[in-house]
């Protein structure tokens, strides 16, 4: 990971309208009026390069929010600058607790510093308050399994500890791509029969086919899912299936299908828009719409892999622990 300064994203935006007008996040800058879409040799637009992610908008609406779809501009203003002020990792105010609780320095943090551009008040766009709907009973039974065998069985191997702990996924491998606290960058690159997407975080890479190859059997399943993608005029619709049931995005299982859209609608901006379809896991669909700045800084290896010591670590404390346990027994 590593530190960066930030621009200010998306400066040639001509103004947002207001609130009720219900801006759109493709809305293309007054400065780029004239603005062509670059294109690969194949005709298809250019996405490569490095892009960002980062931002300050939540997934979903914060209960404060309720009912309200965009701030305006002094609003987004003032939530920039209480959201930073709270997540500021070198505060020393609060209890000593507190102070331990917030662990590395605010330099190794990354969430970004503004809220997208639209100042809509969720990634969320569907549905229209804001939220992920809710989970069904089947995913609601899955994740209290879940939860019970992380508790009896916490570290019996490592794989009984979480998928980033060990390296192998984080949050969904970048598919979907969300922001998290740092790492929020993602590298494109494209030939006339692939598309690749590699993510910063835990350096996974997407391989997505355009070729029009048939997918995978379901019996096959990948960490990533197995992605087809198709071009719909310039945007680029991703569609992903076979995912693997030992992952989870939100509490979906292996019927997840992901549909992803990439639009590039400025110089300096990819419009990125989701649809998460998973009957079994959620009473409805729901759709996300981020807006990718284009980041002109490097993209630093993140070092991160399946043997690293921390998870060595882990599992030795745990064996101490239940040692010393099982010595306080046969004390008694």
Known sequence: MNARCFALFMVALASVPAAAQA??????????????????????????GLWSYATLTPLERPAELAGKEFLSEQEAAEYEQRTLRENNRDRRDGSAEADVTRAYNDFWWDRGTKVVVTRRTSLVVDPPDGKIPPLTADAQNRAAARTEARRVHPADGPEDRPLAERCILFGNGGAPMLPTAYNNNAQFFQTRDYVVIVNEMVHDARVISLDGRPPLPSSVRQWLGDSRG???????VVETTNFTDKSSFRGSDENLRLIERFTRVSPDTLLY???????????????????LWKNPELMYEYACHEGNSGIAGVLRGFRKAEAEEAARKGTR
């Open 23 to 48: 801006p759109s996040a493709a809305r293309k800058p007054a400065a780029a009026a004239t603005w062509t879409v670059p294109r690969t040799p194949d005709g298809h637009p250019d996405f490569q």
């Open 230 to 236: 198709r071009w719909e005029g310039d945007t680029l």
């Open 273 to 291: 828009q989701f649809t998460v379809d998973d009957p079994t896991s959620f009473t409805r669909p729901w759709r996300v719409e981020l807006p």
